[in-house]
């Protein structure tokens, strides 16, 4: 007694195929993972370093006019280090030295901060009547190389003589 099976199972063509397309499916949205990922960790650098450019344009903007700190004076650069104090951000620790020679945290990240303080004037030989200070800030790898997260960010604030008013430009 021979029993015929209605049965039928897949081809190893059939399967080898079907594998092949998941596979290619697969691996599209792995490197989509990747890619933002990588793009993510992007934004949190920039959000950083946004934050520290803020940070350093309210200390400019809290001093008095005649204050020593913004004489001109020709772009200066300082290094800063951060280092990601909550869930919340970031808070400056130290300075660059400390980040390239000691600091193997992965979180760690050392900036260039670039300040430039110019005094305009409305004429040639006239009053100041205003300042215009550019913060320039650009991201730096723990070896001590550009880092290829974010490019430089830039933000200027003019500050306006007593004579002009608060607000005035």
């Known amino acids: ?9 897949f081809t190893l063509l059939e399967t080898t195929i079907a594998l092949s397309v998941m596979l290619v499916v697969g691996l599209g949205a792995a490197s989509l993972f990747f890619y933002a990922v990588r793009y993510n960790s992007g ?6 370093e946004l934050a520290l450019l803020q940070r350093q344009m309210e200390t400019y903007r809290t001093l008095p006019w005649n204050s020593a700190q913004l004489n001109t004076q020709a772009a200066t650069t300082t290094g800063i280090m951060t280092v990601a ?3 919340y951000g970031t808070a400056p620790t130290g300075n660059v030295g400390d980040c390239v020679a000691s600091n193997t945290s992965s979180d760690a990240r050392c900036y260039d901060l670039t300040t430039t303080i110019e005094d305009l ?4 030989g006239g009053p100041v009547m205003q300042k215009r200070i550019t913060l320039s800030i650009a991201p730096r790898s723990v070896n001590g190389t550009n880092d290829w997260r974010s490019a430089p960010v830039s933000v200027v604030v003019w500050r306006s003589s007593p004579a002009l008013g608060p607000y005035r430009q």
């Open 43 to 48: 934004a949190a650098d920039r959000t950083n």
């Open 1 to 9: 007694m021979r029993r015929k099976s209605q049965e039928r199972g």
């Open 121 to 124: 004037t409305t004429y040639t």
């Open 85 to 87: 104090s909550s869930a």
